[in-house]
Each structure stands twice: as structure tokens, then as C-alpha cells.
């Protein structure tokens, strides 16, 4: 694939601001508002084309936004609904139509400050369907700081959309007023050609089917889960991954009977088994039914219920009011295909680790890619693509850096390698250390299960300016950090610095945690990995 940094002035010299430089987005999900805003602040013309009505996504409209907004109604919930063991004694109900406005507002509050942003940055937003051509001839006439030009090369790529008919005059008016971002840009009908030096496709994902369990009006995808009225009576739930625990979590607070469905014997059966087994020991002790199960073989419908018929399970169905699918998410790659770009055999955009393609000045962002479907990989992937579009060298998005999080009850969160996994990549003495963290005291007030486990090992080779001690001297550094537990989703983002930056084990365990708090839990698990555990043996 061409590197992009030899054709675009180095922007990371002392005094020099990146050149004048067009980008058509396609999308305005994470990655895609991500690229844009790094983008216009690296001096480029940035055009984001989103076939919603609004910027946001699936994360905004239809994801984390309002799936967490009913967590946070839920959580308040429980809390009022439980509070007698503590003392406290509360009569609280749920007000269904008042619940959603809370979700509702929550939206628009991050769609309303996204759309304020994109358009201080000065970003160009266009609201159609887009299409990507055959990249075009051309010279490019931007110079660089002294003035010189580039030579004339097949640089410009081609986006054509088909604005919607309710905003074409829109779209219209806002290309008119900022020239659009790119060169010779027309407008015909509610078709607008843009032409630009460098395109992204960040066009997302949507809800896989499961060809036995087709999407119905009992049966859900987590889109129409998310708009439903109210909580089901009862409910069945395939798929046992991040948006299957947060359903069966918010379902089940409200009063829902949930069956969760699980292959391999827990959920989260792909992360270290202890989280998943953490987990879900917690939700049981909910309430919620667990079902091993192999295939689902059959869906029958009625007036008021769905049967599903299993395979490889203890019980030959479950029958409830509804049925939620998450069996996982399809990228939206319909768009990059009809372009001649390489897919993966997972169906993917093939990328890089900067979100290029097999395209010359086409790049990848967000769940079209390989990887894990997080925002905040998005986030980062877009902010990775502009830099490196713009000359700059920024580090490579790497998926075991990424942090994972599950907002379930108890929480799920990981970032790093497992102990198999850090064997396999070569690391010497790899150990797994287990510290349960009902040790803790804000875990223990809470009621809720919890462990964390410390992934340590040692590197093949060991620079000499990492043993800061003698402690050091084997050069053992955290690789992994994995839990289960309360508030765990806050804890992650410092184990994220620890296995990012490869720091020494004997280094991590010293940092000092306030007392009494859930982080102090982290503290206390990289003790015991270091061998001098503190309030636990």
C-alpha cells in the first residue's frame, strides 16, 4: 500500500502547519467524527457525508448513549429497590414515558453539542447516500511551505451523493457557503460529485441476523431494544457478549424474567474466563436464567410469546415475550466493495495499522474494520488516519491496547493479554494473578461480586534502562489486566497505561491509591502480583 506520508508535506517540522488539504468522510459515527474534527484541526477542508439525519452514528442515536442512559435509570432503580439492607427504606416505580424522554434527551444533549462542534471546526456536513468512484487525474496545485507544487498524479478521489430530498437544500446551501472540501465539486439534482485528495470510509455496522431467529416485532435486534416502550414481562436473549449482558442487566432490574442463552458455558466466553464466570455468578444472583445451549434450530411465534427450540441444551426450549438478538454486528461495507477495495475473508475493509487501504488515498476507520467494535477504537483509528494523512507519525491503533468494558451488573472490563495469549506471543514466565476483590471495602459495601486478575511476564529481551530496581531485573512487566466487578470500567483506563507502556511490574505496584475507594482494588491486585500482597494472602 502507498504511504501517504511521502505525498503530504511533514506537518511535525518546527514552525510549519500542515497544507491546505481535502477530505470527504463517509460517515459520522465515532471514527468518522473523529477523523473530521483532527482533521480541520490539522488545517484541512473536511466534508462529512452521513446518511442520517443527524452526526452521532449508532453510538449517539442508537448505541452507547441511550443504552447507558437506561443503565443509569436502572442502576438508580436497584439501588432505591435494595436499599433496605442498608437501612434505608424506599418505595420507587418506573415512569415508562418519563424513562424515555430522560433517554431522548440524553441523545439530542451529545447529537446537539457534536453538531455545534463539528460545525466550529468548520466542518462541511452533507446528509445523503454516498458512493465512491474511480479515482481521477489530476494535478494538485496546493504548495508546500516554499511554495513549490507537487507533480501532477492520479490524486483526487470521487464521492458522489444522492442527498435526501427533505435536506437537499440544505446540503446545498451549507456546500455553497463553505465551497465544500475538494476541487471542481458539482451539483445536480440532489446529486453532488465531491472531488478530494484523500477519502474515508467509516460507514459502521448493523445488528447480524440469525438466519433461524429471523428480526421481527418479538423478535429485536438492539436498535428496535432500545426504542421499545417499555420493559417485556419475560425475555430470552441470544447472544451472551457486551449488548446481550447490558440487555439482560437493564431487563432485569426492571422487573423482566431474562434467559440468557451462552455457548462454551459462561458469557464472554472469548475474555479470561474468570471475568465471565464473575459476571455471571452476579446476574444469576439477579435473577437471570442461564441456558447452555449449541444452535438454536427453530423460531415459532404466537400472539403473545416466542418459542425457541434448542440444540445442545439441557432444556428443549425457552419460551418468552420477546426475544433479543446480539449475536454481534455486520460491517457496512456494501459501499467499499462496489469500489474494488480488498475485504478481508471476515468481510472487512482490509486497513493497516493507520486505517489505509488497498486503495491509494482511501482509508478505513470504525467498525468496517478488523477488530474490535468499540468507540473508542474508532475514536482513536480516526484520530490515527487524519495525522498520518497530514504527514505526522502517529503510533499505530493496536487492538490489545483497546480497552473493553461492559456495563452489566457487576461491570466487565480488559484491556491487554490473557496468560495464553502472552504465552503464545513468546513472553517467558507468564503468570496470572487472581485477587477477589470482595477484599475491598467499597466491593463489600456494595453487595456485588468481583475479582481482578494481573496478567505479568517477562519480555525475550529486556533493555537494560528498564530494571529500575533489583526487583526489575528479570524485566517482568504487566501485560494484561481483566475484571469483573463494581465501577470496574473506571479502573481501566490506568491498567490501559500500565499495558500499554510495558511498566515493570515492582513499578505499578507502588503507585498509591486513596483509601477507601474501588481503584485501591487495582493497587492491591498488582501487590499480589508482585508478591508482597497487603490486605490479602
Known amino acids: 500500500m502507498e504511504d501517504n506520508a511521502t505525498r503530504h508535506r511533514t506537518a511535525d517540522a518546527e514552525n510549519q502547519q500542515p497544507a491546505q488539504h481535502s477530505l470527504v468522510i ?45 443503565l443509569t435509570a436502572a442502576h438508580a432503580f436497584h439501588d432505591a429497590t435494595h436499599s433496605a439492607r442498608m437501612g434505608v427504606h424506599a418505595d420507587a416505580t418506573v415512569d415508562w414515558d418519563q424513562l424515555a424522554a430522560f433517554r431522548d434527551s440524553a441523545i439530542d444533549s451529545m447529537v446537539s453539542g457534536l453538531s455545534s462542534l463539528l460545525d466550529k471546526r468548520g466542518v462541511t456536513v452533507v446528509h445523503g447516500e454516498a458512493s465512491l468512484v474511480q479515482a481521477t487525474d489530476g494535478a494538485d496545485t496546493a504548495g508546500n511551505a516554499q511554495g513549490s507544487q507537487r507533480q501532477a498524479e492520479p490524486t483526487h478521489c470521487e464521492v458522489r451523493v444522492r442527498t435526501h430530498a427533505t435536506i437537499a437544500n440544505v446540503a446545498d446551501s451549507a456546500c455553497r457557503a463553505r465551497g465544500v472540501a475538494g476541487s471542481q465539486d458539482t451539483m445536480d439534482d440532489g446529486l453532488i ?60 432490574t426492571m422487573g423482566t424474567h431474562v434467559t440468557m442463552l451462552v ?13 465471565g464466570s464473575t459476571v455471571m455468578r452476579g446476574l444469576a444472583a439477579r435473577g437471570v436464567e442461564f441456558v447452555t445451549y449449541r444452535d438454536v ?6 400472539e403473545d410469546s416466542v418459542r425457541l427450540t434448542l440444540a445442545g441444551s439441557r432444556v428443549p426450549s425457552v419460551e418468552a415475550e420477546a426475544c433479543l438478538v446480539a449475536i454481534g454486528r455486520t460491517p457496512d461495507t456494501t ?137 526489575d531485573a528479570a524485566g517482568r512487566v504487566v501485560l494484561g489486566v481483566h475484571m469483573a466487578g463494581p465501577s470496574v470500567s473506571e479502573l481501566v483506563s490506568e491498567a490501559e497505561q500500565l ?27 498488582l501487590l499480589k502480583a508482585d508478591g508482597r500482597p497487603l490486605h490479602t494472602f
Open 335 to 471: 459501499l467499499a466493495a462496489d469500489a474494488g477495495i480488498a475485504l478481508t475473508d471476515r468481510g472487512f475493509i482490509a486497513t493497516d495499522g493507520f486505517g489505509r487501504t488497498s486503495r491509494p488515498h482511501v482509508w478505513a476507520v470504525g467498525d468496517v474494520t478488523q477488530g474490535r467494535q468499540l468507540a473508542h477504537r474508532a475514536f482513536e483509528q480516526g484520530i490515527v488516519a487524519a495525522e498520518a494523512m497530514a504527514g505526522l507519525r502517529p503510533a499505530p491503533v493496536v487492538d490489545t491496547d483497546v480497552p473493553q468494558v461492559v456495563f452489566s451488573e457487576p461491570q466487565a472490563a480488559s484491556v491487554g493479554l490473557t496468560a495464553d495469549q502472552a504465552t503464545a506471543q513468546g513472553y517467558a514466565d507468564v503468570s496470572d494473578t487472581a485477587y477477589v476483590m470482595g477484599a475491598n471495602a467499597r466491593t463489600l459495601m456494595s453487595g456485588e461480586p468481583g475479582v481482578i486478575d494481573v496478567v505479568t511476564g517477562v519480555p525475550a529481551q529486556v533493555p537494560a534502562d528498564r530494571a529500575h530496581d533489583a526487583r
Open 193 to 252: 460529485t465531491l472531488r478530494a485528495d484523500d477519502v474515508v470510509i467509516a460507514t459502521g455496522a448493523h445488528p447480524t441476523a440469525l438466519e433461524a431467529v429471523p428480526f421481527s416485532d418479538r423478535v429485536m435486534d438492539s436498535d428496535s431494544a432500545l426504542a421499545a416502550p417499555r420493559a417485556p414481562r419475560s425475555a430470552v436473549i441470544v447472544g451472551s457478549g457486551a449488548i446481550g449482558l447490558e440487555f439482560a442487566s437493564f431487563w432485569n
Open 499 to 525: 499495558v500499554r507502556q510495558a511498566v515493570p511490574l515492582s513499578q505499578a505496584a507502588r503507585a498509591i491509591h486513596p483509601h477507601p475507594t474501588f481503584g485501591e482494588a487495582l493497587g492491591e491486585a
Open 26 to 70: 463517509i460517515g459520522a459515527g465515532p471514527g468518522g467524527y473523529s477523523c473530521a474534527l483532527r482533521a480541520a484541526e490539522l488545517g484541512m477542508r473536511v466534508t462529512l457525508v452521513e446518511r442520517d439525519p443527524v452526526p452521532g452514528g449508532t453510538c449517539l442515536n442508537r448505541g452507547c448513549i441511550p443504552s447507558k442512559a437506561l
Open 297 to 302: 434450530e427453530a423460531c415459532e411465534e404466537s
Open 263 to 275: 455457548r462454551h458455558g459462561r458469557p464472554l466466553s472469548g475474555w479470561h474466563r474468570r471475568v
